[in-house]
């Protein structure tokens, strides 16, 4: 009699999210609390990533959602096996890191915050980012790529037929 035991793996999870804090002065020379959260797609994933922020002006979490899946580093929870929150407590998100992976990617980032920066770095592969957020800086890389603002922008396209269109603002 031959018995053979099998163990299904869970999905390893595409992107990480987590928060890193540290301290600086405003204009004026007052302490500031700030918060970056960076985004990471791990390679050979087909990306679908979405960000969004809550309590209005002044986020206090920003929810990530992929769904090749998302694990929690750092001031981040689960919240489902394609969405992370974090938390950032009496830090003022100002801005938010993102990096996509190897394949044909897409980003669509809601009303980030009015404060703070967004970067997208997206990648080999024809990516798609869309934000309807301020500052917004944007890098292409090989393929071809569709890169959307509604808000201030800066682009840089890469290698590819690129397709870029800018918002209001600079």
């Known amino acids: 009699m031959l018995t ?10 595409a992107t990480t999210v987590r928060v890193k804090t540290f301290g600086s002065e405003d204009r004026t020379g007052e302490p500031r609390k700030r918060a970056t ?3 990471r797609a791990q390679g050979g994933e087909r990306n679908r990533l979405r960000g969004v922020t809550t309590s209005g002006n002044k986020p ?17 929870r689960r919240t489902s096996r394609r969405a992370v929150a974090c938390r950032t407590g009496r830090f003022t998100v100002t801005d938010v890191d993102i990096v996509l992976g190897d394949r044909s990617d897409r980003a669509t980032l809601d009303d980030f915050f009015p404060d703070g920066g967004v970067s997208v770095s997206a990648g080999r592969g024809d990516d798609r980012v869309i934000s309807r957020s301020n500052f917004l800086g944007v890098y292409g890389g090989p393929g071809r790529d569709v890169l959307r603002s509604g808000g201030e922008a800066a682009f840089v396209g890469g290698p590819g037929d690129d397709r870029l269109f800018g918002g209001p603002g600079d």
């Open 4 to 13: 053979v035991a099998c163990a299904a793996a869970a999905p390893a999870a």
């Open 37 to 39: 959260v960076i985004v």
């Open 60 to 76: 206090q979490s920003v929810v990530i959602f992929d769904k090749a899946g998302v694990s929690p580093g750092r001031g981040c």
